[in-house]
């Protein structure tokens, strides 16, 4: 029987597939093919932390449940694992096919059977100097038992013969190689036969490591990598502080249950067989892979190499011209909305409005959400800066943002050693929703009133990200959506009953509903003979009974257009069932992420943006906003960028076909990429 939705741990691998194939694609500069093939291999180590792990748990406590398309989880599992092991195959492939064109423009990884004397004697010279300190081999015996290696570590299994100072038979040893040292070295330049000449970490280790056991042979010694369960376990219902709950755990995050095991294609069998053991895992948990274990290291060559002809053009963000006719942007906010749409436009309005109302005497509070916002950040010097010039700053601050647990500690710490009051939203629910509120002092001859200001957004409150994903942004003074705001900051600070909000749709109470209420209202106007339309932009759907009602959609004569990122469980294009339902996911330059949501709604057309995707947890285990965009004209722009500009791109679209899988859009006659549309335009303006 086929079933109506598809799989979610197939369509993660599905995009990733669709990333990697930028990689082949020979009109992407050079070292931006590197990144792609990098980023794949960042992708999937979540997606075996997280998503991987989880299978395998529900393997063991539910083996008989079936899985939303049908499947049992090991039916599931047993095709994950031998579509990863594909992409992986090709990744590595990809890999081997690049690095000749990387040498050919002067840009090389020496391996050490390719050494010269002089670079032998440089190496072994490092070797010495700057790793063999740092390094703490561990022979196995009966008393120094197989290490519980970090999760993702890059470690060496040394083979070994002879006998030791004790008189102990040598057999193996490992080697962790500790995360401080650095995976590529460059090669000075008076050796180097290129201009950019690197030596991989593996590369020292595998010439070298005899020299950690004096008096052995080393037989061989081979890379590897284990993969660890990373989802931590905090029961918020025990807990009587998050903070240090979670600090608790942070560190078991690195000695998780193993879920796959990556080791150099050329180990012998024996080696792979007792790796595997050690690490619980079979055969379809281990990746034999020619090349270096982890290629996320590789990422930090496009920095280190100085060839702007080998990566995307640089480009300056735009300012919004409005900015230009008053240096108060309080005043410019009072004219009416700002919209930004990043990276084309500047993330520093949104800075600069936090630092005007850390120093305005006039400013009385800021109230922020943060989700993720990165170990170094301007914005959060900003609200230091603000709780230290005496304003009432209250920061909700999200602890569970998983992979930024720690960063989000750490500023929670400092911001209140200021003096700002930091809470960490609701039990039980995340803070996704990317909320910032300023009240002000405004004053108009001898008259004075309060004012409230608004930032909302579709992506977190992170300056570099900013430049690198898709997102909008909407500053404004609307009273109404700023009422709504300083109520949900009361919800996540304070306790107290639901209370209606007139602009906004909130997780996890009116979002579902009102989305469900949109659709269906299309479906009535199609099947009264009316126009209707759908159209919506997010990074992933996967909530059945929006997917439900979007196939009624469909079947009433709905046109609907779906821009998807990633993974897709709604099946497009089946005769009778979603035949006037297409799917598209765009993957370039930069990370479509924004989520917009456009109904026709009988020609008032309805325009929310927002933060959430369309999944079960957006809806029901998250705090989450959508804000309509009013002003005709910004509104027109959302749906002219954000959407429209994507449903023509016919180089960065892929297209679901009827059994799920997607193929790419030919360019045609006239090729047009909307990303690249988008930049110059925003150059131009």
């Known amino acids: 029987m086929n079933y109506p939705l598809l799989n979610r741990e197939l369509g993660i691998l599905a995009f990733n597939e669709r990333v990697l194939a930028q990689a082949t694609d020979a009109a992407t500069p050079l070292l931006e093919r590197l990144r792609f093939v990098c980023i794949v291999s960042s992708n999937l180590d979540e997606f075996f932390e997280i998503r991987v792990a989880g299978l395998k748990e529900q393997m063991r406590e539910n083996p008989g449940m079936l899985t939303p398309d049908g499947m049992t989880f090991q039916q599931v599992y047993t095709q994950v694992s031998a579509r990863a092991q594909g992409l992986v195959e090709k990744q590595y492939a990809l890999l081997d096919a690049l690095l000749p064109l990387l040498e050919k423009e002067g840009i090389a990884f020496h391996p050490s059977g390719q050494w010269n004397d002089a670079q032998v004697a440089w190496a072994r010279d490092y070797f010495l100097r700057e790793l063999v300190p740092v390094l703490t081999p561990i022979g196995l015996d009966p008393a120094h038992p197989f290490p519980r290696v970090l999760n993702k570590s890059l470690n060496f299994a040394v083979e070994l013969e002879g006998k030791d100072a004790f008189g102990r038979e040598a057999d193996m040893a490992i080697v962790q190689a500790p995360r401080a040292l650095p995976r590529l070295v460059r090669m000075p330049p008076e050796i180097a036969p290129y201009a950019n000449s690197f030596v991989l970490l593996s590369s020292f280790m595998l010439r070298f490591a005899s020299e950690l056991f004096p008096g052995l042979t080393a037989k061989g010694c081979h890379q590897f990598r284990v993969t660890r369960n990373s989802d931590l376990f905090v029961d918020e219902d025990e807990i009587t502080n998050l903070r240090t709950a979670l600090q608790g755990e942070l560190p078991a995050r690195h000695l998780g249950d193993a879920v796959r095991l990556e080791v150099d ?14 690490c619980g895992l079979s055969d379809v948990d281990c990746y034999r892979v020619k090349g270096p274990v982890n290629l996320v290291r590789l990422m930090s060559l496009p920095e280190m190499v100085d060839r702007a002809d080998l990566k995307f053009a640089p480009f300056v963000p735009a300012q919004p011209k409005r900015l230009a006719s008053s240096h108060v942007i309080f005043d410019v906010i009072d004219q009416g909305d700002l919209l930004l749409h990043h990276p084309y436009d500047s993330f520093q ?6 630092l005007q109302a ?111 994903y898709t997102d909008f942004g909407l500053i404004t003074a609307d009273e109404k959506l700023c009422h709504d705001v300083h109520l949900v900051f009361q919800q996540l600070t304070g306790i107290g009953g639901q209370t209606p909000l007139q602009g906004l749709w909130q997780s996890p109470f009116t979002m579902h509903t009102n989305l469900l209420e949109a659709i269906r209202r299309e479906t009535e106007a199609a099947q009264a003979g009316q126009k209707a339309r759908v159209i919506a932009k997010m990074n992933a759907l996967l909530e059945p009974s ?37 799917v598209r996911s765009l993957v370039g330059r930069f990370l479509e992420h924004h989520r917009i949501y456009y109904f026709y709604a009988g020609g008032n057309e309805r325009v929310m943006l927002s933060s959430a995707d369309w999944m079960e947890r957006n809806f029901f285990r998250r705090v989450e906003v959508a804000f309509p965009v009013n002003d005709s004209k910004l509104k027109a722009r959302v ?46 303006n």
């Open 546 to 582: 929006i997917i439900a009602e979007l196939y009624k959609a469909s079947r009433a004569g709905v046109k609907i257009d779906l821009i998807v990122r990633g993974v897709c469980s709604l099946r497009a294009g089946v005769r009778g069932l979603s035949e006037n339902i297409t």
């Open 639 to 684: 749906v002219r960028e954000g959407l429209m500009v994507h449903l023509r791109d016919n180089q960065l679209a892929w297209l679901m076909q009827p059994d799920g899988t997607y193929a790419r859009r030919r360019p045609g006659k006239t090729p047009f990429n909307s990303q690249i549309a988008l930049l110059s335009e925003a150059t131009r």
């Open 265 to 278: 294609a050329g180990a012998p069998g024996r080696l792979v067989r007792r790796l595997q053991v050690e």
């Open 349 to 354: 309005p949104v800075l600069e409005l936090l």
């Open 358 to 468: 850390a120093r305005d005497p006039d400013v009385l509070a800021i109230k922020q959400t943060i989700y993720r916002t990165g170990i170094e950040s301007a914005l959060m010097d900003a609200l230091m800066e603000a709780a230290r010039n005496g304003k009432e700053v209250t920061v909700v601050v999200e602890l569970l943002a998983r992979f930024d647990e720690e960063t989000n500690i750490n500023w929670a710490a400092q911001l209140e050693a200021v003096g700002a009051h930091v809470v960490y939203g609701v039990v039980g629910h995340k803070c996704h929703a990317k909320m910032l509120l300023v009240v002000r002092r405004n004053r108009s001859g001898k008259k004075t009133q309060l004012k409230r200001y608004v930032h909302l957004g579709t992506g977190n409150y992170h300056p570099r990200t900013a430049r690198i």
